[in-house]
């Protein structure tokens, strides 16, 4: 069988990660909920709900439904206005446009949604012809497998036969649960040993390192 | 000899680095010189004109005096908009304020400057007790040692009777250079194997963490 190549959004295709840490550390503390931006950090591309129940545990009480998604419009109002832009990170336009043109299969899978990705495939040149699958295309989020399954059934290729390439151990650990292998960027700023202790086979730079190693990958 | 405690400031002390970090990242995107978060994230923390050199090794030349100024600058501007108070991590109010109260010599040693650095000194409720070597006071910032051994000297203790405690694989490593034991903390954003790696004898989650293993560190 051909191997296919998943790949995370946010982190590990498109720059966005500081922005979101602090967009969320903002809301959270007008909230009144201030949390450590490192613990924020090293739980962006979870599910929300889990994202929900961790602040939950760190401000030490249930937080109601009415706060929860308060906080999460707060969060995507500050992002928009701290990165008006989406920029692609290095290598990743670059990439997707060889995979294309080799016919390497390959999808996206990221926990965000429509329309708020709409302008990060914009910026990567992701058009119709790729295989995106999103939050409201599945039950669960991250670390959940549902989002890489249905990816890599829309994709027609088996579990085994998939890499999935992610920044945050959220996507290694949802990789493993789909019995895929992994790839994990530094780009999304988690520490080499932190991907490889999540699962991760390999750990590179970012998108260009990838691509210039596809042949260590056993691609064709 | 008593042993002594010196503190990194900013990710240590404060939590600054997502702040300082999206801040960096707008400035140099307004200068047209867009840079991966992750790279700067692993870059907070050491000196202003290594940070420069740093810059322009990514966009691949050299940066006028005039354009590392303009850059500096908007970097402070963006930074105090987004982040107009200090928030102390969680325990370090409570460490310093048991470290004077026991008498355990400590300092702080910070490659900010005064006046940046007041309000963070106000926050953590650090007073004319405490020795603050700041930016100004030395020649080079860290990695090189400077900062550390004005400080120890400061204090009246030996290098060897110092740990460093710090955020960043910099801290670590100027922790080295000046002979120093080091403690690394999670707050800054490393990675455990990270701080590991780059010579700390213990890593904590935060100034909490710390608090609670003085016994460990031999502190009576």
Redesign the interface.
């Known amino acids: 069988m051909a191997l296919a190549l998943i790949f995370d959004l946010d982190g590990t295709l498109i ?1 966005t ?3 979101h ?2 967009a969320w ?2 809301a959270l ?1 007008e909230a009144e909920m ?1 949390i ?3 613990r ?3 739980r962006i591309g979870m599910s929300g709900g889990l994202f929900a129940r961790a602040v939950a545990r760190e401000v030490g009480r249930e937080l109601t439904d009415a706060e929860t998604e308060e906080i999460q419009r707060r969060h995507g109002e500050i992002f928009r206005g ?1 990165l008006p832009e989406r ?1 692609p ?2 290598g990743a336009v670059e990439l997707l446009a060889e995979l294309r043109r080799r016919g390497i299969v390959h999808g996206i899978a990221t926990s965000g949604r429509r329309p708020e990705i709409d302008a990060s495939l914009e910026a990567l040149g992701v058009g119709e012809e790729t295989v995106v699958i999103e939050r409201g295309n599945v039950a669960r989020a991250k670390p959940a497998p549902d989002l890489f399954l249905k990816c890599q059934e829309a994709l027609g290729v088996q579990p085994v036969d998939c890499y999935v390439v992610g920044d945050a151990v959220w996507d290694l650990l949802a990789a493993r649960r789909a019995r895929m292998l992994s790839i994990g960027l ?9 991907l490889l ?1 999540a699962g991760a086979f390999r750990v590179y730079e ?1 998108s260009a390192e990838l691509h210039r190693s596809l042949d260590e990958l056993g691609f064709e």
Not at 186 to 194: C, I, K
């Open positions: 720059d990660v500081y922005a840490v602090f550390q903002r503390a201030p450590d931006g490192w924020i950090h090293r701290l920029r990170l290095p530094l780009s999304g700023g988690y520490g080499a040993d932190e202790a970012d």
